[in-house]
């Protein structure tokens, strides 16, 4: 068989994975209870633990101090005070409620799965020594589109490793990309929700590669994902997330 064949049905329909033991994945909050709170922040996120979550997501930049620090975009504005993150320190970002991946640790402990994407080239080394410094490095789960970024994390052995991307960016049959990320070590592919079938997630494991989905919002979705198997969810809504999940391990056929 070459990597050309299809190994896998591309409409497969999510009742494939009808029959299997229930699953749990991970649940991720998106950015924290980002509709709740401001995003990436700490009161986000301790509410997202709150509601029963096993897993926050944020996104790090590197300060203009070398810190590691939690926002989405690379401009943080609040009211009318707008700073960019690599031309302030962490001290000034604080006053705009931008915390640290340190204060995370501080302030919410370890006791979570933690996905990571790092937005500027220099974040990933810093992350992983903050992951390191807190003994966190086993479940930190660091995200990149950049394979050649992960690549070099990876003589850090305990850290998670996550190819985070669309499917139109990937250029290559996904049979050699499964094969490519496991030979890298790379732990587990992150595609959006719409992009997965029961046949792509048997795929990746076949090749030792979790299954991660983001984007899942609404119920539909979320029980799309479990029934399929994946290894784990992001979604905006913590409460909802984990009473889908809690639910669907309960009873699968509700």
Not at 143 to 166: G, I, M
Not at 186 to 195: F, R
Request: proline share 5%; aromatic share 6%.
């Amino acid at each position: 068989m070459t990597w050309d064949d299809e190994v896998v049905n591309e409409q497969s329909s999510a009742t494939e994975g009808e029959g299997r033991e229930p699953a749990r994945p991970i649940t991720f909050a998106h950015r924290g209870a980002r509709l709740d709170e401001p995003e990436n922040t700490i009161p986000a996120f301790r509410k997202a633990l709150a509601a029963g979550v096993t897993g926050l997501e944020t996104d790090v930049w590197l300060a203009a101090d070398g810190e590691v620090v939690c926002a989405h975009d690379p401009q943080v504005r609040r009211g009318r005070r707008r700073l960019k993150i690599a031309a302030a320190t962490a001290a000034e970002l604080a006053e705009l409620d931008v915390p640290r991946m340190a204060d995370v640790y501080e302030q919410l402990g370890t006791a979570f799965e933690c996905s990571v994407d790092v937005k500027s080239p220099t974040a990933g080394g810093a992350l992983v020594e903050v992951g390191r410094r807190y003994d966190a490095l086993e479940r930190l789960w660091v995200c990149s589109p950049d394979l050649e970024s992960l690549r070099a994390l990876r003589a850090e052995p305990a850290v998670k490793l996550v190819h985070s991307t669309r499917r139109k960016a990937i250029s290559v049959p996904l049979e050699r990309h499964a094969h490519e990320l496991a030979t890298l070590g790379i732990d587990a592919m992150n595609m959006h929700h719409s992009e997965w079938s029961a046949g792509l997630v048997s795929l990746f494991h076949r090749f030792d590669v979790r299954a991660f989905a983001w984007d899942a919002q609404e119920v539909r979705q979320l029980r799309a994902m479990l029934r399929i198997g994946i290894d784990a969810v992001y979604c905006d809504r913590p409460e909802r997330m984990v009473e889908t999940v809690n639910s669907w391990t309960r009873d699968p056929s509700s």
